[in-house]
């Protein structure tokens, strides 16, 4: 990496429900590390949300 540490996000809601969040998340860095394209699913917890699942997906 050159030291650059800028990363841009989408977040965009694939789907909810009153217990479930899937997120499709995408980031983008601008530094020489791999981009990144997740799916979570977060659920509602007692003590908050928390990450159910997270799928690894390929562009």
């Known amino acids: 990496m050159n030291g650059n540490n800028e990363v841009d996000t989408v977040v965009e809601v694939a789907a909810s429900t009153a217990h479930s969040i899937w997120a499709d998340i995408t980031w983008t860095y ?22 159910a699942v997270l799928t690894p997906l390929e562009y």
């Open 30 to 51: 601008h530094g020489g590390a791999p981009d990144e394209w997740n799916m979570y699913q977060l659920v509602r917890t007692d003590e908050g949300g928390k990450i």
